[in-house]
């Protein structure tokens, strides 16, 4: 049985309570873990908070020699811990390779800023005085992740936290704890000392996380209705708050575009990880002149996209994560159809003895999806793309930006004018011209509107984990 690394111990839940990680590919069982509570976030965050007093104090630059140690000893296990990562989240073995060793390399990334961290001197009007803004730790942080990328998602966080010399209380969805363990259990190994990250585990710890009075910041990444409840909860203890929520994100295609490289960037921003991605390509508005032509080409890639079991090397896709999952893409894609959309490729369950136990779904594009469905209205959180017509840029702007979210955007143009006026118009964090749809460490990350925001990735993450103080030297 897994357990939850409360400093540095491998621990149950104080209520002795336990439930299980199945297959999203077999529905078999992976293991069992325990199903933790505020009495553990309690215990976790009285670790954090004892860590925090020696590790924010350690000097810089051992912070980034530890951390560096750690991530390679973590990276040299990437086999193990992606194997896992697959068999909990359903993945296939390649992405969660890519995905494993990610974590490792975010931490070395941000290992890199642990001495980096300036302030500044501000000349006072008063030459005998003079100002300083020095930058400090916050504290402890919650770290609170969903189960599409349970791993890029914790690293985003806790690489930047505590490289800035915060301490951790770390929560991986209820359903994907056990390859986040992994990884931390190796960054332990390879030297990152006890209490510094924290790990517990089950739905019950998120609330309680939000609510710690010892906790000073909450990093959460997932819905836009749970960022609106931590968001509401957090207030009540003034607790800094970072929020990457739900997205869907527009991809115009216009009629000068390199046309199989966008069909190769949108057959990966919409199928990668079965669809379920916070950035991709979600909403597709292709200009008159190359609809067909660039259908033609983004159905002939689906094609290729064999469903399977994520440990069979021969599976392009693995299955959905949860039967809720599948049922709300279905359902929304129903919607669509049931109001006169046309399925262009897809729209249901692979047929086979291989498919009868998990939650598979074929990878779907459906055209001339009418304005009132949800599909346009809603997070497709699934491999199924919404494609229209439009007539030029114009309209293809104002479709766009007809959305509650604003996480990331994507525009495929030869037209460097048409370009920079979609960079300028498009209300989203994020904006790919002519590029896929990945998010780099180094660019900040992060949504406007209601997918959030503060920032993930780059410089500004780091910052996002200090806090600024004042200083005045007088008489001097
Ligand atoms: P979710 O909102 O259901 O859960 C996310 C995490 O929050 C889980 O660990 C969950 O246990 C916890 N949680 C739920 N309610 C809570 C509460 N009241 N207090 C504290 N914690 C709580 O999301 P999900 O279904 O796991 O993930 C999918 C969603 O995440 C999608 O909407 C997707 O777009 C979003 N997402 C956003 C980004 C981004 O960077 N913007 C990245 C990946 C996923």
Same mark, same amino acid.
């Given at each position: 049985?897994? !357990?939850?690394?409360?400093?540095?111990?491998?621990?149950?839940?104080?209520?002795?309570? !336990?439930?299980?990680?199945?297959?999203?590919?077999?529905?078999?069982?992976?293991?069992?873990?325990?199903?933790?509570?505020?009495?553990?976030?309690?215990?976790?965050?009285?670790?954090?908070?004892?860590?925090?007093?020696?590790?924010?104090?350690?000097?810089?630059? %051992?912070?980034?020699?530890?951390?560096?140690?750690?991530?390679?000893?973590?990276?040299?296990?990437?086999?193990?811990?992606?194997?896992?990562?697959?068999?909990?989240?359903?993945?296939?073995?390649?992405?969660?390779?890519?995905?494993?060793?990610?974590?490792?390399?975010?931490?070395?990334?941000?290992?890199?800023?642990?001495?980096?961290?300036?302030? %500044?001197?501000?000349?006072?009007?008063?030459? +005998?005085?003079?100002?300083?803004?020095?930058?400090?730790?916050?504290?402890?942080?919650?770290?609170?992740?969903?189960?599409?990328?349970?791993?890029?998602?914790?690293?985003?966080?806790?690489?930047?936290?505590?490289?800035?010399?915060?301490?951790?209380?770390?929560?991986?969805?209820?359903?994907?704890?056990?390859?986040?363990?992994?990884?931390?259990?190796?960054?332990?190994?390879?030297?990152?000392?006890?209490?510094?990250?924290?790990?517990?585990?089950? %739905?019950? !710890?998120?609330?309680?996380?939000?609510?710690?009075?010892?906790?000073?910041?909450?990093?959460?990444?997932?819905?836009?209705?749970?960022?609106?409840?931590?968001?509401?909860?957090?207030?009540?203890?003034?607790?800094?708050? +970072?929020?990457?929520?739900?997205?869907?994100?527009?991809?115009?295609?216009?009629?000068?575009? @390199?046309?199989?490289?966008?069909?190769?960037?949108?057959?990966?921003?919409?199928?990668?990880?079965?669809?379920?991605?916070?950035?991709?390509?979600?909403?597709?508005?292709?200009?008159?002149?190359?609809?067909?032509?660039?259908?033609?080409?983004?159905?002939?890639?689906?094609?290729?996209?064999?469903?399977?079991?994520?440990?069979?090397?021969?599976?392009?896709?693995?299955?959905?994560?949860?039967?809720?999952?599948?049922?709300?893409?279905?359902?929304?894609?129903?919607?669509?159809?049931?109001?006169?959309?046309?399925?262009?490729?897809?729209?249901?369950?692979?047929?086979?003895?291989?498919?009868?136990?998990?939650?598979?779904?074929?990878?779907?594009?459906?055209?001339?999806?009418?304005?009132?469905?949800?599909?346009?209205?809603?997070?497709?959180?699934?491999?199924?793309?919404?494609?229209?017509?439009?007539?030029?840029?114009?309209?293809?702007?104002?479709?766009?930006?007809?959305?509650?979210?604003?996480?990331?955007?994507?525009?495929?143009?030869?037209?460097?004018?048409?370009?920079?006026?979609?960079?300028?118009?498009?209300?989203?964090?994020?904006?790919?011209?002519?590029?896929?749809?990945?998010?780099? @460490?180094?660019?900040?990350?992060?949504?406007?509107?209601?997918?959030?925001?503060?920032?993930?990735?780059?410089?500004?993450?780091?910052?996002?984990?200090?806090?600024?103080?004042?200083?005045?030297?007088?008489?001097?």
């Amino acid at each position: 049985m897994a !357990t939850m690394i409360i400093e540095g111990d491998r621990t149950k839940a104080a209520s002795g309570e !336990t439930y299980e990680i199945r297959n999203p590919a077999t529905g078999e069982v992976v293991d069992e873990v325990p199903a933790g509570g505020p009495a553990d976030v309690d215990r976790a965050a009285q670790a954090a908070a004892k860590a925090f007093g020696t590790w924010s104090k350690l000097p810089s630059n %051992q912070r980034r020699e530890i951390l560096h140690k750690a991530a390679q000893h973590m990276l040299s296990k990437v086999e193990e811990i992606a194997t896992v990562l697959t068999k909990e989240q359903g993945k296939t073995l390649l992405e969660s390779r890519l995905e494993a060793r990610r974590f490792g390399e975010n931490i070395g990334w941000f290992a890199d800023l642990a001495d980096k961290i300036h302030g %500044q001197y501000v000349r006072l009007p008063d030459l +005998t005085t003079y100002g300083l803004v020095v930058r400090k730790p916050i504290g402890v942080c919650g770290a609170i992740v969903p189960w599409n990328f349970p791993l890029t998602l914790a690293a985003n966080k806790v690489a930047p936290a505590i490289a800035a010399g915060n301490t951790v209380v770390l929560k991986p969805a209820s359903t994907t704890p056990l390859s986040t363990l992994l990884c931390i259990e190796a960054l332990m190994e390879g030297g990152l000392p006890e209490g510094v990250v924290n790990v517990v585990i089950g %739905q019950a !710890t998120g609330e309680a996380i939000v609510e710690h009075p010892l906790i000073r910041k909450i990093a959460l990444t997932g819905s836009t209705p749970t960022g609106k409840r931590v968001m509401a909860k957090a207030s009540e203890t003034l607790k800094k708050v +970072t929020l990457e929520l739900g997205g869907s994100d527009p991809c115009i295609v216009l009629d000068d575009a @390199d046309l199989e490289g966008a069909a190769r960037a949108i057959s990966v921003g919409r199928f990668f990880n079965c669809g379920q991605q916070c950035l991709s390509t979600k909403r597709l508005y292709i200009q008159e002149g190359v609809y067909d032509s660039l259908l033609e080409k983004l159905v002939a890639r689906a094609a290729k996209l064999k469903p399977g079991n994520g440990l069979d090397k021969d599976s392009r896709m693995g299955p959905m994560h949860t039967e809720t999952q599948r049922a709300e893409v279905e359902a929304q894609l129903k919607d669509a159809l049931d109001r006169g959309a046309k399925l262009i490729f897809g729209g249901g369950r692979p047929k086979g003895p291989e498919y009868e136990k998990g939650w598979f779904i074929e990878p779907t594009i459906v055209g001339e999806v009418p304005d009132d469905s949800r599909m346009w209205k809603e997070e497709v959180f699934g491999p199924a793309l919404p494609v229209r017509k439009i007539k030029d840029l114009d309209e293809g702007l104002r479709l766009a930006n007809d959305s509650q979210f604003g996480l990331g955007s994507s525009i495929w143009t030869a037209n460097m004018a048409a370009a920079h006026r979609a960079v300028q118009e498009l209300e989203a964090g994020y904006t790919w011209v002519n590029s896929i749809v990945i998010a780099h @460490d180094e660019l900040p990350f992060g949504g406007t509107k209601q997918s959030g925001f503060g920032k993930e990735h780059g410089v500004e993450a780091f910052l996002q984990y200090t806090e600024e103080k004042s200083v005045v030297y007088g008489g001097v």
